[in-house]
């Protein structure tokens, strides 16, 4: 029974993804509600008939009190058969409609519509370009994936097990006071009209104070999981109290936009029992008033103190479901500012998967500055032949960096264009470029997952053999074997740790080369590869790098000249343009800036922040 209720809704079922999702709130809950939409009417339907249950055991609770004036002969006579009808629907037919009512709420919508949001979310926002996370806190991201979901389930659980029960319930006690007289409805009405102002004055403020509270948090999660993410840093500048300083500004701003949303429930609850107080004393008052005049049977009296005591309890159940309601929005709203954001470097309309033949690149008056005025690239033109090495060579943010960028796409720029094999990959898709690219980056940051999850993620349907046969190319096979982890776990299975800090960064680095040596792509991007590497590693492990260049085309960035100086072609990169351009020998006989550079390096590195 639990699996048909917890199945009706596939969480994860295909769906019609968008650059752009709503920004306003409802339509962006809608959206998300769509397969959901069966349900939520069957649902409704439930509570609805739930409420009118509870209404209708107040009213026959008052018909059983005015029928028990007859005698227990006549009693059993008369209502006997009524009696023990009502009595099995209520142990029988009662609780199972309530079961079916909570089966919906529990089983089908609550476990699966966060799940749904948490699902498309996380979708949604890989699709997000590299600069998007790097304009944001990688914590207050997944802090709002996580916590917008459960914010949104509880909104829709609170509309039908609190909402809309409450409204059903208000619409047959009014029916119930009616049918007795309809004189009972104005003490009703009234405390009705005050109760509905202190709702509107409560959800006006209570929106924007949990939206504010929301962001506070989701801010004092992003710094406590930055420091926790450097930590290294922290340690090695002995910076633990200025952390400390710069997550408590966080953390008190949390304390503070709590406080404020905290008042307002105080305020809230103290005239609800004022509220409350005058509807006991002016229903239950007429009600007896009515039937001193003998205009009310004691059953009146009976069933009428029953609803106001009922309703006395369930104001406060209301108030704090609908602020809840309202809160929670306010965190679905806050969430919203990361889920909702609309893609900004998408494929083409009409994107191919880009087809491989040579390995050409062609940079066609390449710029991008970043949106500044300065940095960045300038009408870079060159052509790069199949199977060529190219060396890029330049002062720190010279914009080799942001070359590389443009070539695997984290940024459009922002005019020229890169062509492979003359396909400008503006227009081909994001996925099959990046897979026909292979990148060994200075900073060799890995999955913390393990080693063999790790390498497999150049290839993850390459076999064992293949995964450790790129580990023995790489170096990295023989201290794999050795590796251990606090669980147990030994060699391949090893975990690295979040982003392999359990390595060092050479063993970290091979592990790198070994991804990229299986993916096995045609055009190769080396980003200071060497560069954690010890000189005997280093030198153990240039072989297999040329081995790796054999029939791709290279591109190599590097500070240690010595290790591009045997590429086909060099480019000397600086101010955003090539000034420069040819081979090792070429360059020096020039006796330009490449010259300079191989002059002043010390122990084979750039001087690269010298004066000009």
Known sequence: MFKFFETLVDPYTP????????????????????????????????????????????????????????????????????????????LIARPALQMLDVLLLNQTILPNFGTLIRWRSHKHVLRQSVGWFENDFAGRIANRIMQTPPAAGEVVFQVFDAISF??????????????????????????????????????????????????????????????????????????????????????EMTRTTFIAEMRLYTIMDVVLVTLNGFLIVSVVGWAIVLWSQGAASVGVVAAATALTLRLNAMTGWIMWALTTFFRQLGVVAEGMETIAQPISLVDSKNAQPLVMRAGQIDL??????????????????????????????????????????????FYDPEAGRILIDGQDITQ??????RLNIGMVQQ???????????????????????????????????????????????????????????????????????????????????????????????????????????????????????STIAQMDRILVIDGGKIVED????????????????????????IATEAAE
Not at 177 to 206: H, Q
Not at 368 to 378: A, I, P, V, W
Not at 582 to 605: E, I
């Open 443 to 561: 900073d060799s940051s890995l999955l913390h997952r393990s080693v063999r999850d790790n390498i497999l993620y150049g290839r993850p349907e390459a076999s064992e053999a293949d995964m450790i046969a790129a580990a023995q190319q790489a170096q990295a096979h023989d201290f794999i074997l050795g590796l251990a982890d606090p669980q147990g776990r030994t060699g391949y299975d090893a975990q690295v740790g979040e982003r392999g800090v359990k390595l060092s960064g050479g063993q970290r680095q091979r592990v790198t080369l070994a991804r990229v040596i299986l993916k096995n792509a045609p055009i190769l991007v080396l980003d200071e590869a060497t560069s954690a590497l010890d000189s005997e590693v280093e030198a153990a492990i240039q072989d297999t790098l040329y081995q790796m260049m054999e029939g791709k085309t290279v591109i190599a960035i590097a500070h240690r000249l």
């Open 15 to 90: 769906y019609r993804e968008t650059d752009a999702p709503p920004t306003d709130l409802w339509p962006f809950m809608r959206d998300y509600a769509q397969p959901f939409k069966k349900v939520f009417v069957l649902a409704a339907i439930m509570s609805v008939i739930v409420a009118a249950i509870e209404v209708w055991l107040i009213y026959y609770m008052g018909r059983i009190v005015d029928v028990l004036g007859t005698s227990p002969e006549a009693f059993w006579t008369d209502y006997g058969t009524e009696v023990i009808v009502v009595g099995l629907f209520i």
């Open 364 to 409: 066609d008056a390449l710029t991008h500055h970043y949106g500044r005025e300065t940095g960045g690239l300038e009408a870079i033109t060159t052509t790069i032949q199949p199977g060529e090495k190219v060396g890029l060579v330049g002062r720190s943010g010279a914009g080799k960096s942001t070359l590389v960028k443009l070539l695997l796409r």
């Open 166 to 251: 409450a409204l059903a319930y208000l619409v047959g006690a009014a029916v119930l006071l009616m049918l007795a007289d309809s004189r009972l409805l104005l003490p009703l009405a009234l405390w009705f009209a005050l109760y509905a102002c202190l709702i509107a004055w409560t959800v006006k403020r209570v929106g924007p104070a949990s939206q504010a509270a929301s962001d506070a948090r989701s801010t004092t999660t992003g710094r406590v999981v930055d420091a926790y993410t450097n930590i290294h840093s922290v340690k090695m500048f002995a910076h633990h109290d200025r952390e400390l300083t710069y997550a408590k500004d966080a953390i």
């Open 582 to 605: 040819g081979t090792h020998d070429a360059l020096l006989a020039q006796g330009g800036l490449y010259s300079d550079f191989w002059a002043r390096q010390s122990g084979g590195f």
């Open 428 to 433: 081909v898709t994001q996925d099959s470029l």
